[in-house]
């Protein structure tokens, strides 16, 4: 099977209802794969890949975008920092945009942790960006970092087990 095809196939499983109520565990890795698939695909396929994302899944694939930042400071990953932004470039920023700034603010987070910048992350995958993620991108990392912090969207973390959630204040 080719990563257009697999990408395909874990886009039908997400519209499961019962995928969607679940983010937890096996969904949040298919969500990354898909991630990761796009950001090798070659140009036709991602086109294509991007023409199927309906408005509504586009905001649920980008509300991934906070469970897979758990996942890279749990496992000090920077890959899932970036299939975390190939999640925003997928979407496209179609729908509204404060959507993700709202998810954004968790890559920058991650980010911060893992020792990155998000300048240097949305680098590292500003290839897969078209002019409407470049653009909202750029003024995203524009932004004064204090608007970027957690709690002004609401969001606090705590470790659990020894691992990152977050949690709404």
Do not use: W
Not at 71 to 79: G, L, P, Q, V
Not at 116 to 143: I, M, P, Q, S, W
């Amino acid at each position: 099977m080719n990563l257009l095809d697999e990408s395909f196939e874990i886009l039908c499983r997400l519209e499961d209802v019962n995928v969607r109520r679940n983010r937890a565990g096996k969904a949040v890795y298919e969500v990354a794969n898909l991630a990761q698939n796009f950001s090798v695909l070659d140009v036709k396929s991602r086109t294509h890949l991007k023409s199927l994302i309906t408005e509504k899944m586009g905001r649920y694939i980008i509300g991934f975008s906070s469970d897979i930042c758990a996942i890279a400071i749990n496992e000090d990953s920077k890959e899932m920092l970036k299939a975390a932004i190939c999640l925003h470039m997928l979407e496209g920023f179609n729908s509204d945009a404060r959507e993700n700034v709202r998810e954004l603010i968790f890559i920058d987070f991650a980010s911060d942790l893992l020792g990155v910048t998000l300048a240097e992350v949305v680098g590292a995958v500003d290839y897969l960006a078209d002019d409407t993620a470049r653009y909202h991108l750029g003024l995203f990392l524009k932004r004064p970092k204090e608007l970027n912090k957690l709690a002004c969207f609401g969001v606090g973390y705590k470790y659990d087990g020894g691992k990152i959630k977050f949690v709404p204040l």
